[in-house]
Structure formats: structure tokens, C-alpha cells
């Protein structure tokens, strides 16, 4: 089957955009996505779109992906709106990938758009409780925070060494970097006695172990292998893809320290992209709530089970350690508008393995990963990236 | 690239049923689906899914493909929703198409499921709207009935010769195609004298002019060439897909009388299949109002423009006509459960070319078209399946 590759990809700012829409948001994204494609895009090659959104009433809760595509000219084209909570836009990604490996689109446009800032704190937690399990989480009154409380509850009580600090150490790790990400959210630093001294959420959590509620876009522009040479000379290869689903209650699991979606899916792309975790010169990974980003250390092999709390305090994960974790800032500080989440992780690992992103570059990044979780592991999508000049050598 | 095939597909009852769930529903469809296997089929195999569904706040908004996978033990597999508002599961099945042709999957389900019944009308005309252009339709108080009533309108004042009895000739052909099928929401027949006496829901278009509201699932379980023959040995082959977008807005399209995506996406589906339209033994096309059904009729070539009255007067797509056009009855009388129609389609085909649909059996049928309409027009997808044993005569 055919390779598909990123040949450009870009995202708006991540935050509080009153004054921006749905579809002024996607336009951006989309500019700065064709903006990046080395040697010009053309919006006429594009033979497929797909569009990740999570969704509101009182916007276009039906056709979302052809009301923003048509929106920058692509009118015409098959678009269709991908949906699985929060990882709807990893999954637009993994679809553009089907789409060129099929044979049946060359050159396929995939993004994810959310508008959430504009609404009551009542409708915000509503919309977000229905991404969860609907009948025995939300209507008993169950949060998100709530459902990663239990996690991490879970997470502390198993691993004697395992405490709240290391929690606080992913948010401060990802504020570092967030604070050298122009398109960040929440881009400032924050100091260990703030990440641990913050007002309880749901507890164990406490506000800087939750990730803000976010408008933004994100696209990625992904090309099949024999359009590729046509856009640029150093391309990005999406070298592994994986995915998988899992109950989406929470209760319904057996086991709360760990997601099993995320490692099957992860394993699934490292089969695919024939390399292992210890292979990776960075990732991107689903840090809604800061124990999610500890299981995903777990889930996708950077360490073994128990042993997160340990990669933080050593630093590992930090910008220049071993395996950067959220060199954007995660979700934690660069934001997490739902639907625009999992294509801006492609963003950022576009940005790193070609060199572009500035003071939280990752030197000579070659080989990276994206890690996109819907609900509280109900779907997760897992992509390995490569910069094709970088691994060849 | 590898083919993809059709080896079975169900569908629950189309109507109004307040004691399933949308859960519920999806079970019974699966359920339908596998036991239409005929060597037989286990959930051990299933490497993807893909769920249409439209969606509604009350219920799972997020995550509603593994939410109703997981129910019929699917947990695990990598599953998304796919919208393109009434052209969801039609697209669910182009998906499925595309991952056995990318080689990420031998085994797909593809399927639907709506839940509209237990709303009141005030939240349907809400939910429904907002799969029109939402500033300019929606807002401005435009439903459904009220933009394809303008399509009408110009229809009828394009062509001299087409009156609003044509669209009640439709209705009941549909209804007495419905009258066969055990399946149908509104199964029974209606007099042209009914048709035409009908209190007017929005002029020229009266109530039986209009589909009804309802609630269903349907599946349709799609594999690839390479396994096809552990399941059937009298397969149904996915011959053509095509797809196309077009504006959301009615407003903003410079011909009411035609619907450029469903014409893009016929195309399309007719190119891969390399045949015409005057090849089809049959079609089910997207009728949610009778002017739908006629503009589909041109749209797709079975005439030409401004002749789709012709057709219907001389019986040409009754059930005993030279192209029978849904002998299912239709989203008119079969019903319109949004998310569940384009797989229920699927599932008419998958019937009349088995030789499996009773009553409605359209004689010899070999190849057949499926038309799916996302809003007024904003998506279409179309796809031509053939019985292989049949057109290899």
C-alpha cells in the first residue's frame, strides 16, 4: 500500500477567541497549514477532507466538515466530520491516512476545529459529561476531572512512591514548554510550590492537573508517496498508525492505572512503523488531566507500569531529556480545544521534525509520536512520524 | 487496490419505538447483519467499525461509536463516527470501503443508528435545522422542509410540465413499495387522491411529501477480497464509491433545480465502476422529500433534466418499471432514522441482490445504486454493488 506523508500542517492559537468562528478558526489553520508546504500548495489538488469536531448546539451540528472546508474553497470535495471526543482530530488523521493508502485521494486535508469559550460553565460541563459514559457517569453527576480523579486515585494508592507532586511535575514540565509556544494557551511558567499548592478540582486533582477548556483549529495536509516529491523534497512520513476503542465508562474497565486503548493503539503503530518507544526523539501525548500524561508513559512503553513518577523526577521527559514529552506544552498549557487536539499534535511534531519550532525545538528530532485519547480512553490514536532524510541516514 | 464486498447487512424496524435504546437499536441491526452471513460470522474478526449517527444532546453525544460497539462486544476494535448529518452511515460504509482498500482491515462494520422519537417537536425542529446552514437557514427560521419546499418551488416553475402531482406520484410508488416491506416505519399504501389532498407542511410540499421522523439502526458488514470467501461464495462487490460536498446553504448554490454533489458523487461512483446508469436493475435514492426523489432521478442520469415527471408518469421506476427506484419504500414510507439510512440502503441492495427482499424483490436484480443526501445537498455519496456471480454471466 501506498505511504502518505505531512507535507504541511498548522493550527491558530490555542485560547479564549470570542471574537473568532468555527469556520474563521479553520481558515486560519488551513493558511498556516499551506503556508508550511515547502514548495506550495494548490487548494484544487485536494481530493478529500476530513474534519474532527466534537460538536455544539448552536453551531452546524450537522455538516461541521463541509461548513468549514467549504469555507477556504474546497467546496466540491468529499468531506466528511470524524467524531470520537477528544481524539476526533487524530482520528480525521488516521482517515486521511486510509483515504491515500486506499488509493482513492492523493492529497487529503485533515483537521479539527471546537469553539467551546463562548459557553455558560453549565453547558461546558454538560457537553464535556457526555463524552463520558452518559447513563452511569454523567447523569450521577460525574465529571471528567471527576473520572480522571478516580484514575489517578487508583494510580497513588497501587504505587507506594507514586504521589501528587509528580503530578504537579508533568503540569510544570508542560508549562515550561508552553511558555516557549506562541500558540499556547495558558503560555506562561508556573513554579512547583503553584502546581502543588492549587485550589482541588476533584481530588487528587487539583487546577494545574486539569487542562483549560480551548477555541482553536489545526490542519494537516497529508499527501500519498507518489504526490509527495510534488510538495517538498523533505518530507514527513506517517510511518505508523494505530487505534483502538475500549468500554467508555470507566467502570466498565478492570483496571484504572492504565488505558488500554492507548496501548494497543500504540503498539499497533509500532508494529506498523516497524520501531519501539526506545526508538522516539519525542512525543506529543493526551495530557487532559496530568495523570493521564503519567499513563500514557506507561501505556506506550516509555517506561514499565509504576515507573512514571520516576521519568518525571529525573527529567527524562523534560525538553532536554531523553524522550521530550509535550514539547508544545500538552494540552496543559499549549490548550485543548476537543475536536483540534489530535491534528495539533501532528502540528507540533510536523514543527519538530522539520526543524521549525523555535526555543522549544528538540534537537535533531527525527522520529516522533502523537498520542490522541477520546473520552477517558474510550478511543486512542497513535501516529509515529519520521523525518525521511533524518531515519535514512 | 483490494475490493471491498458486502457480505451481509440488517437493519432494525424504521420507526417510532420509545422502548429501545440507541444501544438497543445497534444490536438488532448488527444482530440482523450477522445472521445474513451466510457461512456465518464471528465478532472475533471485526478490525474496524465506523457509525453514522447525527447525534443529540441527552444521550452519548461523544463517543457514540463505541458506545454502541461496545454493546455487541466490539470493545477493542478501532472505532469512530463518521457524520455528514443524513448522509452519516452512507459515508460509514465509503469509510469502511476505504479501510479494506488501504489494507488496514480485512473485516469492517458499517453501520447507523438514530434515536428521534422521544423528542418533542420543538427539539427536532432544533435538531434538524441545524443540519441546514445555520446563520442563514436555521436562524432565519428555515427548516428542512422549508429549503427543500424552495427546491420545489423552483422545480416547478423551471419545467412547464411538472406539477405537484409528480411529487405525489412519488409518494405513492414509495408507499406502495413500503406496504411490502416489514421493516417500513409507514407501511402502508396511500391513494394519489391522498397524495394530493394532503394538508400543506410548506408549499408546494404537503404531508405526504415528507418523510417521517424515526428511529433505527442498520449495519452493513464489509470485507475485503482477500477473506471474502470464508463468508460467501455468492458475494455482493462494492463496484463504485463516489462522494462529493457542496455549500451547506441552499442560498449560497447557483441552481435550486439540481444537486451538484449528488451528481459529483454518481459520477464518481459510475467511473469506478465502470458502468452507466443505464446498467442498474434498481436504486435507492434520498428521498426525504418527494422533490429529492425527482431531482435524484437527474442527478444521477436515469434522465435527463426536467424529466424526472416523465419517469414517474409512465412507471418507469415502479417496482415492475425498467429501473425500480426504492422498492424498500424509500425515506418516505420505509422512514428516516438520519444516522441509520445510508447502511439501511446499503442493506436494500445487499437484500435485492441476494434475492432476499419478499414481496419488493426486484426481479433479476445484479447491480444496484445507493444515493445518500447529507442536508440539502452540503454531502452526497453514492455507491454501485453488484451481485458478482450475475454480471460475470
Known amino acids: 500500500m501506498r505511504d502518505a ?146 484514575m489517578a486515585s487508583a494510580y497513588l494508592d497501587r504505587y507506594d512512591d507514586a504521589t501528587a507532586d509528580h503530578l504537579s511535575m508533568a503540569a510544570v514540565k508542560n508549562h515550561a514548554n508552553g511558555a516557549k509556544n506562541p500558540h499556547a494557551h495558558l503560555g506562561f511558567e508556573c513554579s512547583m510550590d503553584q502546581a502543588v499548592g492549587a485550589p482541588i478540582v476533584a481530588d487528587p486533582l487539583n487546577l494545574y492537573h486539569c487542562c483549560p477548556t480551548s477555541d482553536g483549529a489545526s490542519v494537516a495536509l497529508v499527501a500519498s508517496e507518489d504526490v509527495v516529491g510534488e510538495y517538498t523534497d523533505d518530507p514527513v512520513r506517517i510511518a505508523g498508525v494505530g487505534a483502538a476503542s475500549d468500554r467508555v465508562g470507566l467502570f466498565q474497565r478492570d483496571d484504572y492505572t492504565a488505558v488500554e486503548a492507548s496501548a494497543r493503539a500504540g503498539e499497533a503503530a509500532y508494529e506498523m512503523a516497524g520501531v519501539g518507544p526506545d526508538e522516539l526523539d519525542f512525543a506529543e501525548v493526551h495530557d487532559c488531566f496530568a495523570i493521564a500524561e503519567l499513563l500514557a508513559y506507561e501505556d506506550l512503553g516509555f517506561c514499565g507500569r509504576g515507573e512514571a513518577p520516576y521519568l518525571l523526577e529525573e527529567g527524562e521527559t523534560d525538553l532536554d531529556g531523553d524522550l521530550p514529552v509535550n514539547a508544545s506544552g500538552g494540552l496543559k498549557s499549549k490548550g485543548h480545544p476537543i475536536g483540534a487536539t489530535g491534528a495539533g499534535q501532528v502540528a507540533e511534531a510536523f514543527k519538530q521534525l522539520t526543524g521549525q519550532a523555535g526555543e522549544r525545538q528538540v534537537e535533531g528530532a527525527a522520529r516522533g509520536l502523537t498520542h490522541n485519547v477520546g473520552g477517558s480512553g474510550g478511543a486512542a490514536v497513535v501516529h509515529v512520524f519520521e523525518r525521511e532524510r533524518e531515519v535514512a541516514r
Chains 1, 2 share one sequence.
Request: glycine share 14%; charged share 20%; hydrophobic share 40%.
Open 5 to 150: 506523508y505531512v507535507i504541511g500542517a498548522g493550527q491558530t492559537d490555542f485560547g479564549a477567541m470570542p471574537e473568532e468562528s468555527y469556520r474563521s478558526l479553520f481558515e486560519t489553520a488551513y493558511e498556516n497549514a499551506v503556508d508550511s508546504v515547502p514548495d506550495g500548495f494548490d487548494g484544487e489538488a485536494v481530493d478529500e477532507a476530513v474534519v474532527g469536531n466534537l460538536g455544539v448546539g448552536g453551531r452546524q451540528l450537522g455538516l461541521p466538515g463541509p461548513a468549514v472546508t467549504e469555507h477556504v474553497g474546497l467546496h466540491g470535495v468529499p468531506c466528511s466530520r470524524v467524531e470520537n471526543a477528544c481524539a476526533a482530530s487524530g482520528y480525521a488523521v488516521r482517515q486521511a491516512v486510509q483515504a491515500v493508502r486506499s488509493g482513492m485521494a492523493d492529497v487529503v486535508v485533515a483537521g479539527g476545529v471546537e469553539v467551546m469559550s463562548d459557553m455558560s460553565s453549565d453547558v461546558t460541563k454538560y457537553w464535556l459529561g457526555v463524552s463520558g459514559e452518559t447513563e452511569w457517569e454523567r447523569l450521577t453527576g460525574t465529571t471528567f476531572a471527576g473520572v480522571y480523579a478516580q
